[in-house]
């Protein structure tokens, strides 16, 4: 009898680990889609559109936090969901806010009449893309309510509020808060 009892005792011991194991598991798949969904998300820049400030294979965070308490503001690098590709996220720098004026006149960008000194441009010039399908963009533009115009550091290369329009401020998944990876890029913002 008494071994009967003992094997009873070890099948329920090993049930009562395999169960805390699950516990486990789900507890922390729970804890990082609560910190990926709500509080801060690493991506992989795969191009060269917020060149030199952000380079093809940094890594960097994107926190939640600010815009609970505010807005996108003109300078933030903003990470959004992109219009055209579904589970796609963009990387990009917000220029204007909703009720702001772009205009871009011999490659210059103007912000309510005002000529915009961007140094981490580098003098490249902003010039007018063809748009997205659907899209009509004529200046000056007047960004409309709950949007926001993001354009590229590279203003070469980029397919940004020139080509897809101002985007909804609901878009907006976080604001770039650090470069982390490789660890000579380090930087805040």
Not at 65 to 71: D, F, G, P, S
Request: with cysteine; hydrophobic share 35%.
């Amino acid at each position: 009898m008494k071994s009967s009892r003992h094997g009873a005792s070890r099948g329920s011991g090993l049930l009562h680990s395999c169960i805390e194991i699950i516990v486990m598991i789900v507890v922390v798949f729970g804890c990082v889609w609560l910190i990926q969904n709500f509080v801060v998300n690493g991506y992989v820049i795969p191009s060269s559109s917020m060149e030199p400030t952000l380079q093809v294979n940094d890594k960097i965070f994107s926190e939640h936090l600010t815009y609970y308490q505010r807005a996108p503001q003109a300078g933030d690098i903003v990470t959004f969901h992109d219009p055209e590709v579904a589970d796609r996220t963009l990387v990009k720098r917000c220029i204007a806010t909703e009720g702001q004026t772009v205009d871009l006149i011999d490659g210059t960008l103007y912000i309510d009449g005002v000529s915009q000194d961007q140094s981490y441009t580098h003098g490249l010039p902003s010039y007018p893309l063809s748009t997205a399908p659907g899209v009509t963009v004529s200046y000056p533009y007047t960004v409309p309510k709950g949007e926001i115009w993001v354009m590229g550091d590279n203003r070469t290369n980029s397919a940004d509020s020139r080509y897809l329009g101002a985007i909804p401020v609901s878009s907006v998944t976080g604001r770039v808060c650090c470069i982390y990876w490789p660890f000579d890029h380090f930087i805040t913002f």
